[in-house]
């Protein structure tokens, strides 16, 4: 058995997705379009180019996503990444949270030398943390 992640997101998740492969160091594997379906139903036509599905790796979790029209920034679910080092908690930190919402600023707390949450400009909540030695 896996549990695997999927986002949905208002129009921009070919822009998230890239930016986490970039960033992050994942590696999209496969991204369709709305565009590419036979039946197109009620989308409206401009988003014959949104995603309609994604698939990425970011370490050992899959991350998959799609474009939905009136889909809302997450609310109440985080994707939790542990870093290796407190550097580079800090480094994505700051890479995150540009143009975003912090939640909670990066700082030391009983269980980790580094913990942040946040939501990232692309409506992606997020808990940083590099554990305790």
């Known amino acids: 058995m ?3 992640i999927y986002l949905n997101y208002p129009g921009n998740c070919e822009e998230a997705f890239r930016f986490y492969e970039g960033q992050l160091g994942g590696r999209v594997a496969s991204l369709e379009r709305h565009g590419q379906q036979a039946r197109q139903g009620d989308l ?3 988003w014959n180019g949104k995603v309609l599905h994604a698939r990425m790796a970011i370490g050992d979790t899959v991350l ?3 474009d939905i029209p009136g889909s809302q920034p997450m609310r109440s679910a985080y994707l939790t990444l542990t870093l290796d080092s407190a550097e580079e908690a800090e480094r994505i930190y700051a890479l995150l949270g540009e143009g975003g919402q912090i939640f909670m600023k990066m700082e ?4 980790a030398s580094r ?7 692309f409506g992606t909540s997020w808990m940083l943390l590099h554990e305790r030695e």
């Open 2 to 4: 896996r549990l695997d």
């Open 44 to 46: 409206p036509a401009d």
């Open 64 to 66: 998959m996503g799609a």
């Open 108 to 111: 030391e707390t009983f269980f």
């Open 115 to 121: 913990f942040a949450m946040l939501r990232d400009r």
